[in-house]
């Protein structure tokens, strides 16, 4: 008997401040343990944490003073798919991109990371701002 699990999503509302991240980490977390091995849910939580704190530092708020993160789990029988979206108010024309950085820089290592640990990342944009959205994937247990 073969089991298929319907792909699940979540939308949560941070304030555009530090704790930002720390709220999206912590629902992540209890949202997605035991739905996702444990390598994908670290690596899950360390590029939405990122992309909120590159939103914190980077971009401006949507209205009221907030950040829309939402993730989807799409399981599967080879690999489990989970996209991460953060949405912020923009940064005016500039478009968010990996930068290089000296080994003794303190930041700036953000997309670098997020690059590093998704299969693909991406920019949207829309008239209420941008969305940028990581897809990670790994065997299922």
């Given amino acids: 008997m073969t089991m298929v699990v319907a792909e699940r ?40 944490a990122e992309l909120v704190g590159n939103a914190v530092r980077h971009a401006d708020p949507l209205p009221g003073g907030v950040i829309r993160v ?3 789990l799409a399981p599967g029988a080879v690999a489990d798919v989970v996209e991460v979206r953060v949405t912020d108010g923009g940064a005016g024309s500039s478009v968010p991109r990996p930068r290089e950085v000296g080994m ?5 290592r953000g997309l670098s990371i997020v690059a590093a640990l998704a299969d693909g990342w991406g920019v949207d944009r829309d008239g209420l701002g941008q969305s940028v959205w990581a897809r990670l994937s790994t065997a299922a247990d």
């Fill in 9 to 48: 999503a979540w939308c949560l509302v941070v304030p555009h401040h530090a704790r930002g991240a720390r709220l999206a980490r912590h629902r992540l977390a209890a949202e997605l343990a035991g739905a996702v091995n444990s390598a994908l849910l670290t690596d899950v939580i360390v590029v939405a």
């Fill in 70 to 72: 939402s993730w989807r």
């Fill in 104 to 108: 003794d820089a303190t930041g700036g």
